[in-house]
């Protein structure tokens, strides 16, 4: 199946820090969508991306559609302790949310 | 408005035996979906419901089944369980082909 490579696995930060996150794929993506994990809930969404070159940003958090269609990030600016979580992006080539295809996710933790 | 509901919270059964998690989508969304999140893999699709038809599912053996009712809620069945089908499962709703999914809580399998 198809895969995305999502980085780094774990950050561990200071709390004001700024964060970046990012994912990669082999294969193009019509829609780049960026989900957040609180611990004992589900994903849910920050930030949805569906143009090459796209910058879309939601408070403290701005994303990207990559040029290639092959990548994203996250970026997320001056930390707080609520932004602990983890963070998933999805790929999808077109069709339904049944063609989503997650990261493995990016834990962010922040330290005292 | 409610959310996505999923019950029960947490299910511990023992291998071979039967699991049955419930779902109840967004009102006004028509499709379900069911993910399974094992420890450090992701996000897996299972399956895609909508309109009482099932209409894709993901790369898992025929012992995972479900069902969608005439309220649109679910039932996701995992038969002869396994100690490696533990894991969080999660039910998301959308309207149809919409690729923005809205997550429940999880239910979060132990099989002993």
């Known amino acids: 199946g198809q895969q995305l490579n999502q980085s780094p696995q774990s950050m561990f930060i200071q709390e004001g820090e700024d964060v970046s996150m990012n994912c990669t794929s082999s294969s193009i993506f019509n829609t780049w969508l960026w989900y957040k994990q609180d611990p004992g809930e589900g994903p849910v969404l920050l930030i949805a991306l569906y143009k090459a070159g796209e910058l879309t940003s939601n408070g403290r958090l701005t994303a990207q559609f990559g040029i290639t269609r092959k990548d994203s990030f996250l970026n997320i600016s001056a930390s707080i302790p609520s932004d602990v979580g983890i963070y998933f992006c999805?790929?999808?080539?077109?069709?339904?949310?049944?063609?989503?295809?997650f990261g493995k996710g990016t834990h962010l933790i922040i330290q005292p | 408005e409610a959310g996505v509901t999923q019950s029960p919270t947490h299910l511990i059964k023992t291998r071979g035996q039967q699991a049955t998690l419930r779902c109840s989508p967004i009102s006004g969304h028509t499709s379900v979906y069911w993910y399974q999140q094992a420890l450090g893999l992701g996000l897996q699709f299972l399956l895609w419901y909508d309109e009482g038809e099932e209409r894709n599912r993901g790369n898992f053996p025929p012992r995972f089944s479900g069902r969608q009712f005439p309220n649109y809620s679910s039932e996701l069945n995992v038969n002869a369980l396994e100690l490696e089908d533990s894991a969080l499962y999660l039910c998301a709703s959308s309207f149809i082909r919409a690729n923005v999914l809205t997550f429940g809580a999880g239910s979060r399998l132990t099989v002993l």
């Open positions: 999805a790929g999808q080539k077109g069709g339904g949310a049944d063609g989503l295809t």
